[in-house]
């Protein structure tokens, strides 16, 4: 990972230099424009396309088909550094697919045929496109070439996405984002090199740009590169800052010829983000759900963008800060409001961590989940049904313990989980291992969007009802 970086900028007209110091895993360059963010980006690439990768989604074209040309193109890196040698990329979008394609090919062709990937599956490849665009499927063909297939689902129906027209400028930034990101990502995996992001956030809604936020920390975390951003967003900036202590945010200048980093300040609450979303609650009148962390963000907006479930301010927490965002932003709350009254929920695991007494003052109380998290709610009846139906859960968890690779510690979690499915902790790796033996469709679908989709059917009932309580229930789908 590179602590300093030295490149040039261009300020007015003039080429200045700049070194920055103090960098983290995930960096953010911040500033008005004309400070020569871009710039600084496209300098660092060209001066070292090797080590380097520009992303330019802002400046993407229309197409999203693959050309053997193109591929020959982005394996060439002088070719790539020609094409990104200007401020602009009316081709972008299709070379992101075509490097997609040629890239994962190898890994569509070991998924396909059950062949052992290095380090990687093309189901978590195929998953991580999920984790910013849930309504999409995205897949490898069933034949030569084994190439990438996007389809996108609505009510039971699938449409292949062949052309950007088919979506709109959000969806198609986000897509090509994807694409560009995780293909670099495999193909330099544990090599520590840099990917340069350039303003993501053009035409991403805030529930995409957070949505962004998670999928550039499962990136960093799962492939051990570093990246850099440069972005207008504070939104994506108070995202990025909620879901990890590795985060430098570069503020940029004209003047400076050196910057260092700022870091995360850990006793600081974000209220960059609280604002956003607290002014947006204010002024639609929607309920505030504060949550625990990115699984639980995941879960919980999948199911508010359903018809059926009642518009919602979401706020995501950073797991153990969640009472002191709760206090914020109720401090927040009593200077907009007139009446300050009970205006939402904190939603807390049942695992009985973070004391509170809930006041009748309380404008965010607090409320546990009957079960130990989120994650128990997988093993309902309800979302099992989803899975696989008839089923016979204790029949499945033996099997996955006798034939699965599961570690000893998972073992004896999965002997808690047969006594006890509703108050045992299930660790992040075994509930994917769960979800991948039990879902005959877990290649195409994530359990945290499987989880949002059905709570966004209807009013909860029977065991998923009883999981997450009553109180819970009760207030977020009143009549």
């Not at 990246?227 to 995202?239: K, Q």
């Not at 199911?303 to 965002?325: C, M, V």
């Not at 409001?337 to 004391?355: C, M, V």
């Not at 006594?419 to 994917?432: G, H």
Request: charged share 25%; glycine share 6%.
């Amino acid at each position: 990972m590179k602590i300093k970086i030295t490149g040039s900028r261009t300020i007015d007209g003039t080429n200045k230099n700049l070194t920055i110091s103090n960098l983290k895993k995930i960096n953010v360059l911040f500033g008005k424009n004309a400070t020569g963010k871009s710039s600084f980006l496209r300098a660092l690439y060209q001066s070292d396309a090797e080590n380097y990768h520009l992303v330019v989604p802002e400046r993407g074209g229309t197409g999203m088909q693959y050309s053997s040309g193109m591929l020959d193109q982005e394996n060439s890196d002088q070719q790539k550094k020609r094409a990104r040698n200007k401020n602009f990329d009316s081709e972008y979008r299709n070379r992101a697919i075509s490097r997609a394609t040629g890239i994962l090919t190898s890994v569509g062709y070991k998924t396909i045929h059950n062949v052992k990937a290095d380090h990687v599956s093309g189901e978590e490849l195929t998953n991580l496109f999920r984790v910013i665009l849930p309504e999409f499927k995205v897949q490898f063909s069933g034949n030569a070439p084994f190439n990438l297939e996007i389809y996108r689902e609505d009510n039971g129906k699938e449409e292949k996405i062949t052309d950007t027209i088919q979506l709109s400028s959000g969806q198609a930034e986000a897509l090509s984002l994807a694409a560009d990101i995780i293909t670099q990502a495999v193909f330099w995996q544990k090599s520590k090199k840099t990917l340069l992001i350039d303003e993501p956030d053009a035409h991403l809604h805030i529930d995409l740009e957070n949505r962004f936020a998670i999928f550039v920390n499962e990136i960093v975390t799962k492939f051990d590169i570093q990246i850099i951003i440069a972005t207008h967003s504070s939104g994506l900036i108070a995202s990025l800052l909620s879901l990890t202590e590795d985060v430098g945010i570069v503020c940029f200048d004209k003047r400076s010829e050196k910057i260092s980093a700022i870091q995360k300040d850990q006793a600081a609450i974000f209220t960059n983000l609280l604002s956003i979303e607290l002014a947006l609650a204010v002024v639609l009148n929607r309920k505030i759900v504060i949550v625990e962390g990115n699984d639980d963000f995941l879960v919980w907006n999948q199911a508010a963008r359903s018809p059926n479930f009642e518009d919602i301010a979401l706020i995501q927490a950073n797991g153990g800060d969640i009472l002191k965002y709760k206090k914020n932003a109720e401090k927040i709350l009593e200077t907009a409001l007139d009446n300050p009254n009970k205006s939402g929920i904190t939603i807390l695991d049942g695992d009985n961590k973070g004391e509170f007494t809930n006041q009748e003052s309380d404008i965010l109380p607090c409320e546990r989940l009957k079960c130990y998290s989120l994650e128990n709610l997988l093993l309902t009846n309800e979302l099992l049904a989803e899975m696989k139906d008839p089923i016979d859960l204790n029949d499945e968890l033996e099997k996955l313990k006798n034939e699965g690779d599961l570690s000893e510690e998972e073992k004896a979690q999965v002997d808690q989980i047969i006594k006890d499915k509703k108050n045992t902790k299930i660790s992040k790796n075994l509930i994917k291992k769960l979800h991948l033996h039990i879902d005959d469709h877990s290649s195409s679908r994530d359990w945290r969007i499987l989880i949002g989709k059905r709570l966004g059917v209807g009013k909860p009932t029977g065991e998923l009802a009883n999981f997450l309580g009553t109180e819970i229930v009760n207030y977020l789908w009143q009549d």
